[in-house]
């Protein structure tokens, strides 16, 4: 069975730093854009950062500067390294990324379990 497995999230000060790991787990064929959401109480789903199988990348206005998504393919593996974290970073963050399972079957999209990040004062 294919899916996302994160480690990483926990309990950090404000200004503080977290590294965020998520690996594919299962037998897939490929790996297209993987990418790193979060959602804090009350509030929508947002978009962190995301990275293309090429390398591409985009972040929220919120978090650039401060945060680094990065991958490696060998490993089936996207990071998201976390820094001067603040109070409005806290949230559960998920992993996102879309799997090709056959050579010449669907990409499909796949979510991590989620991994609560809290910054606290």
């Known amino acids: 069975q294919v899916q996302l497995v994160e480690s990483g999230g926990g309990l950090v000060q404000t200004g503080g730093s977290l590294r965020l790991s998520c690996e594919v787990s299962?037998?897939?064929?490929?790996?297209?854009?993987m990418a790193w959401y979060r959602q804090a109480p009350g509030e929508q789903h947002e978009l962190v950062a995301a990275i293309t199988s090429g390398g591409s990348i985009n972040y929220a206005d919120s978090v650039k500067g401060r945060f680094t998504i990065s991958r490696d393919n060998d490993k089936n593996t996207v990071y998201l390294q976390m820094n001067s974290l603040k109070s409005e970073d806290t949230a559960v963050y998920y992993c996102n990324a879309g799997l090709r399972r056959f050579r010449y079957g669907p990409t499909l999209n796949y979510w991590g379990q989620g991994t609560q990040v809290t910054v606290s004062s």
């Open positions: 299962g037998s897939i064929f490929s790996v297209d854009t």
